[in-house]
């Protein structure tokens, strides 16, 4: 459907610039998304090379749609939303700040913003006067699941862990049988049984190894199980809570030490480690110290995915591949390796939730100068929604920030 309210509504102009963080090859919209948003009625621009690392050239971009501009400064000044995967550096945005727009005072910005970890950043792209959205936020909620980028990120990264630590091992993952003799099938435990875990878990599966998956939760025994490994039963002192949102909450710090003492002979037995445990709000818990991972026997491999959280090997480096006493710590591994299928996925993701916004009142009245804001009483909307028009909207992001919550705005975030 076309973006349209009583006042006279045109196109939005939807700007998706190349990625600027290091290591990033993922793009925002891939040419199936741009004929999605050209069919909603918007105008895409696209900056040239944006998809050149997920395999997506300009030429496919310009066959659906889209405008494809040599500087994304250009589409930046342009743009009434822009679409990014990190969301745009501040130099990108200075950049792009200069000419007249046609809508003030900044565009709506969406992305995986990280807004919990690094609320700094929130409030400098804020003062540029841009409305931020962040899709890490997205409630897990039935209606929600289109959109709910985190959640197929994860997918990705716990499919290339399970596959960068058959890479990695010098043994088979299955049982093979030959005329030279039986070879075990590999030992691989996974740490953390959310999105990312589950699917380790599955892929390690499919490719013959032996699993076995620890997590806190006791309801996460039956998922595991079902997928045909074995859920590592340990006598933690209580059962932790189930995740108020879908997302996970921290232990406290005698009980991390606790899990960690208890899971540390299943670490020194495994060939692979896998772990996948984040929280939203603050740097990843450290599940292997540094000595558990020296006990595990050389070649053997830990795949940490929260590397760039810090870490749940208190060994890891995140964007680096180490060898410590023998033992191999990928710190590299996520959804950006695998641009392709990764940039498929989060394009669904990003045109899905547009489009709701659309549906819930965002539009461009281009006679008032002005964005028509969405509806705030809707879950998803109120949840996402970090700025509007440069002010900080979201409490938890303000209480980082050390600013009173906001009262007087007229979306009244959790």
């Not at 589409?75 to 995967?85: E, H, I, M, S, W």
């Not at 208890?262 to 603050?282: E, H, K, S």
């Not at 949840?383 to 919550?405: F, P």
Request: glycine share 10%; proline share 7%; with cysteine.
């Amino acid at each position: 459907m076309r973006c349209s309210t009583a006042l006279g509504v045109l196109a939005m102009y939807i700007a998706v610039p190349r990625e600027s963080a290091p290591g990033e090859h993922r793009v925002a919209v891939t040419p199936d998304g741009v004929t999605a948003l050209v069919g909603l009625g918007h105008q895409v621009g696209i900056e040239s090379g944006a998809g050149a690392d997920a395999q997506f050239p300009d030429p496919a971009y310009a066959a659906a749609g889209a405008e494809v501009a040599r500087r994304g400064a250009d589409l930046l000044r342009r743009a009434d939303v822009v679409l990014t995967v990190r969301g745009p550096s501040e130099a990108q945005l200075e950049q792009g700040a200069g000419g007249a727009r046609p809508v003030a005072p900044g565009p709506v910005l969406i992305g995986l913003l990280d807004p919990l970890r690094r609320p700094e950043r929130i409030a400098r792209l804020a003062s540029r006067g841009a409305s931020l959205f962040s899709l890490d936020l997205m409630p897990r909620i039935a209606r929600a699941q289109p959109m709910d980028a985190l959640s197929a990120m994860s997918t990705v990264s716990g499919y290339r862990a399970a596959v960068v630590g058959a890479a990695l091992c010098g043994r088979f993952f299955p049982l093979l049988m030959t005329a030279a003799g039986t070879e075990r099938p590999a030992r691989v435990l996974v740490l953390g049984a959310g999105v990312a875990g589950l699917q380790a878990i599955a892929t390690a599966r499919r490719l013959g190894a032996v699993v076995q998956a620890f997590d806190t939760r006791p309801a996460a025994r039956q998922q595991v199980e079902s997928l045909g490994a074995a859920f590592l039963s340990l006598p933690l002192p209580a059962a932790a809570p189930e995740p108020a949102g879908g997302y996970a909450i921290r232990l406290a710090e005698e009980e991390q030490a606790r899990e960690r003492a208890l899971i540390a002979d299943a670490v020194r037995q495994a060939d692979v480690v896998i772990t996948t445990a984040l929280v939203p709000d603050g740097p990843a818990p450290v599940l292997v110290t540094r000595d558990m991972a020296l006990s595990m026997h050389p070649g053997a491999v830990l795949v940490d995915l929260a590397a760039e959280s810090g870490g749940n090997c208190a060994a890891t480096v995140f964007g680096e591949r180490i060898v410590l006493g023998g033992v191999v710590i990928e710190g590299s591994c996520g959804p950006w390796d695998m641009p392709f299928a990764a940039s498929r996925l989060y394009s669904r993701n990003a045109v899905a939730f547009l489009h709701h916004l659309c549906e819930m009142g965002l539009a461009c009245e281009r006679a008032a100068q002005r964005l028509a804001a969405p509806d705030w009483g809707d879950r998803i909307v109120r949840e996402t929604c970090l700025t509007w028009e440069g002010k900080v909207v979201h409490r938890a992001v303000a209480e980082r920030l050390g600013q009173d919550s906001p009262r007087a705005h007229p979306c009244p975030v959790a």
